[in-house]
């Protein structure tokens, strides 16, 4: 007759540290949200808005420059790292995406509490989707405008999402040295290890790319709604920012695009470069 209670009681301290975990994710995810003030602002590559007049990206999709503007919104200052998506994970009863193949032995490394999150679009949705449930508020992913707004500290023509706008690997940055110490190859990095934007935001330049809330188009910039936009309607693969490798400073300027399929298949892991920041939209 003791077992069931003993295991009652067990599973209530379980539950109670659960929600006291949960708890304490949603207040510090809130209180890492930073607000930005909204705008108006020229997107795209603003290269030829410049004294020298030229494109600063290698892309070829940002090239429409469109004004949009925004509402206030805040942004998480961090990306999402494994320590807050297991909490998410314990609270849904759901397993952890497992590393890609071959990586098994870094396992450890890769899946480290402070290393970002390694998600697929539907992954990084549900979380801060999830958030947003728990804690009452509107959260989900940036959409590209709010993300390339934020990281040109409000629209200014800022090339990079760094302290001062410049690319200074070692101190910015990490070089190719710091990389492999902290992990290896062109693979995340511990969160937080460089110094924000003005902002406040960290990791906008490199660690990875962040989804997006939009599907993303070559040629949307061209047809694009000029207040708020989120995106076209439907399409098969979501926008990416950020750039995911160690590409260096040609292709982590504020204005480059990217993309990728939100599922991936039916794969359980995900590269580790593709990770989730959320935003409350005020």
Not at 157 to 169: K, L
Request: glycine fraction near 10%; aromatic fraction near 12%; charged fraction near 25%.
């Amino acid at each position: 007759m003791l077992l069931p209670f003993l295991l009652s009681a067990c599973d209530g301290a379980k539950d109670k540290e659960s929600l006291q975990a949960q708890h304490d994710l949603i207040m510090r995810s809130l209180a890492n949200m930073v607000k930005v003030k909204g705008g108006t602002f020229e997107m795209g590559d603003f290269g030829p808005l410049t004294d020298e007049k030229l494109p600063i990206s290698l892309g070829d999709d940002d090239k429409v420059l469109h004004e949009v503007t925004l509402d206030d919104f805040s942004i998480s200052k961090y990306k999402v790292t494994w320590k807050d998506y297991d909490v998410y994970l314990h609270a849904k009863n759901l397993s952890r995406p497992d590393v890609p193949p071959g990586n098994e032995d870094d396992r450890e490394k890769l899946q480290a509490p402070d290393m970002p999150a390694a998600l697929n679009w539907q992954q990084a949705q549900d979380y801060c989707h999830w958030l947003g449930e728990k804690s009452g508020k509107k959260i989900g992913l940036p959409t590209e405008a709010q993300w390339e707004y934020a990281a040109r500290d409000g629209g200014k023509y800022v090339i990079y999402a760094t302290d001062n706008g410049r690319y200074e690997e070692g101190r910015n940055v990490p070089s190719t040295e710091q990389r492999e110490e902290m992990t290896w190859e062109m693979f995340n990095y511990p969160v937080g290890k460089y110094p924000p934007t003005p902002l406040g935001l960290y990791d906008m330049a490199g660690n990875g790319v962040d989804w997006m809330q939009d599907w993303y188009a070559k040629d949307y910039y061209s047809h694009s709604a000029k207040k708020n936009p989120t995106g076209p309607e439907n399409g098969t693969e979501k926008v990416t920012r950020g750039y995911e490798g160690g590409g260096g400073a040609l292709s982590n300027q504020t204005v480059f695009r990217e993309s990728n399929y939100p599922t991936r298949g039916k794969r359980s892991w995900n590269l580790p470069f593709y990770n989730a920041r959320c935003v409350t939209n005020d």
